[in-house]
Structures are given as C-alpha cells and as structure tokens.
C-alpha cells in the first residue's frame, strides 16, 4: 500500500482564497475590514520567519495586519500595555502574541490578558474551556486545520479510534479535545506513556504532535489509518546540510497508512490559514455580522 499525501498547501491555498472572497464581501456589505495585529518580542530568527510569513498573507487576503516589534528586555508590564492597548482598538480583531517568550515574561498572564473575542490563537483559558464544554470559543490553528483536513478526507469521524501522541495546551489537548468533540475515541499520549507502539497500531488516526524526528515508527502504523504529522525537526545530514522531518517515519509510515501529511507541506501551511480564517470569525463575531458563505 502506498499512502495519498495530505496536501497541506493545496488545501491552504483553498482556505485563503475563501478567506480573501470573505474580506470582499465584508468590506462591500458592512465596511468592515477584518485586523490581525501581532506582537513579536526579540529577535528569535524562527519566530520573525513566521510573523513576516503572517504579515504578508494577512495582506494578500486584503484584511489589514499591524505588527509591534519590542526588544527581548521589554518588561511584562510592558508588554501588557501594549495587549490591553489591542483589546480597545476597534480596528484590530485579532491578537496575536508570538511565543516563546522571554523567559522573564509570564507567557500565560500575557495570554490571558488578551481579550478572547480577539484571541485568534484559541489559547486564551476562556477559549480552552469553550472548547472543553463545546461552547462558542476561538480555537487554536494547527489543531483546527489538521481537524477540516481529517474531516475533508474522511467524512464522519464519529467511533474512530485516533491517538494524539503529545499533551500541550497549544496542539496536543486542543486536538484530542476536537477529536472527541467528532466523537473519536481518543487516546492522549506522552513522554510517561507505556507502550506507544501498542496503542498507535490499534488506531485509525494518529496525530503526532511531539518535537521528536521520526519518533513514530512508520510500522506501527495500522494499514489503512490517517496519519497528520504535526512536528517540525530541523536536522542536520550527513553532508552538513539541515533538511526538515516531522515526528513520523514518513516513508515506512506511507506503506500503511490510506494517507499521510508530509512535513514539509502537510500541516504548517494549514496553520496561517487558519489564522486568517480565526481573524474572519473574530471580525464578524466583533461586529455582531453572519460570517460570508462561501
Ligand atoms: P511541546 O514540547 O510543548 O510538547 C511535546 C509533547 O510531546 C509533550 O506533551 C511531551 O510529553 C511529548 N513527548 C515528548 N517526548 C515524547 C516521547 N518520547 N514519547 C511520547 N511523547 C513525547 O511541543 P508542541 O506541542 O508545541 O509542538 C510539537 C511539535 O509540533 C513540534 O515539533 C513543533 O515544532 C510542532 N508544531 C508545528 C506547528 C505547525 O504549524 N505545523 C505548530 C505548533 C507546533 P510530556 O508532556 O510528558 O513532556
């Protein structure tokens, strides 16, 4: 068996077209332009790769993007008056501070702070309990992209056995609590799990959202399961050059699996494209509007 590869840039191209007819609509019906402003603190070379990555699709969608760059010894005090400046701008809908942090910064203080309305990121305690009760909430990117791909491929998900293989706020539980929310049965797994072998065979979908290259092995893959690599490895090769791999063993997980996200191309692109998509949500909501069909 050779897996369908999950075209992770097909479907984000899809989604910021649709994003980019919905600006246009806003815009002509109610004068509304949708406004994700973002915040990125020192000069992580990874984290300034994405915020101009957000910047420029944020434009290309036609909605308006506002970036505030402060110097790593910036104060959470700081840092703080410039959130709770956002919150009260009704031009911005959508706030998004870049993590890491600092380490002198308490990341979830700063991420409480920013009103949930406008937390497009989905990792405001207001929005992970909306999400928790299956209440009206913002939810965070990578899980809900990786969720519209499982859905768009499978159809009904509802009695599926899926594995989350890692439990952050910002992937693993969100995604496990999607899962279950489509009514998987969901199995949450992490660095104390016994036998990760064992329950990734037994399932149907596995969501590898670890940090660790190729922990998952490509046979203990079950034949026919779906399989969504969310890591991102940057390793170095034998010739001195780096290339990137995720947490799945692509090429051996392929022989089983029905489909499979690449890395790169699978997941990453999905998540700007959600974001966009989390600004269209954020704006309307705001503005009391019906979000555009599409
Ligand atoms: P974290 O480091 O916050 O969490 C990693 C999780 O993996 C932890 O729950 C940890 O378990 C678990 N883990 C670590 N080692 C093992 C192991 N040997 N066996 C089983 N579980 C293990 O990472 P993130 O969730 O932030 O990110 C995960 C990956 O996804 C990274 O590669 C990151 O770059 C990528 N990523 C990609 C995005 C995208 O857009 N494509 C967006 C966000 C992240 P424990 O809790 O027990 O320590």
Redesign the pocket.
């Known amino acids: 068996m050779s897996a369908d590869v999950i075209d992770g840039k097909a479907y984000a191209t899809d989604l910021k077209a649709d994003v980019a007819k919905q600006v246009t609509i806003l815009k002509e019906k109610y004068n509304l332009v949708p406004g994700l402003a973002v915040v990125l603190v020192g000069d992580d070379p990874a984290s300034q790769i994405y915020v101009r990555n957000k910047n420029k699709s944020t434009h290309k969608a036609g909605m308006n993007s506002y970036e505030y760059r402060m110097d790593s010894d910036v104060t959470e005090a700081e840092l703080l008056t410039v959130v709770k400046k956002l919150n009260l701008d009704p031009a911005v809908h959508g706030i998004l501070v870049q993590l890491p942090l600092p380490k002198h910064i308490n990341e979830a203080a700063i991420i409480d702070a920013i009103a949930p309305e406008k937390d497009v990121d989905g990792f405001h305690v207001i929005n992970s309990g909306l999400l928790a009760t299956g209440g009206r909430g913002m939810v965070p ?2 899980p809900l ?1 990786c969720i519209m791909m499982l859905k768009d491929r499978l159809g009904s998900l509802s009695g599926l056995d899926a594995v989350v ?8 539980k969100p995604m496990a609590q999607l899962l279950l929310n489509e009514s998987c049965t969901v199995t949450i ?5 016994r036998n ?1 072998a064992e329950v990734v065979k037994r399932s149907d979908i596995v969501v ?5 290259p190729e ?1 998952v092995k490509g046979d203990w893959i079950k034949d026919g399961a779906t399989v969504i690599d ?4 940057r390793i170095e090769m034998a010739d001195g050059k780096t290339r990137l791999v ?2 799945v063993e692509y090429a051996a997980a392929a022989k089983h699996a029905a489909a499979i996200t690449p ?1 790169p191309g ?7 494209a959600v974001l966009l998509k989390n600004t269209i949500t954020a704006a309307c909501r705001i503005a009391g509007v019906d979000e555009p069909k599409i």
């Open positions: 990117c990578t992209g293989v890692g439990r952050s706020n910002i992937v693993g797994a992490h660095s104390r799990t990760l590898a959202a670890v940090g660790v922990l969310v890591g991102i490895n995720g947490d890395v699978g997941v990453g692109p999905m998540t700007i």
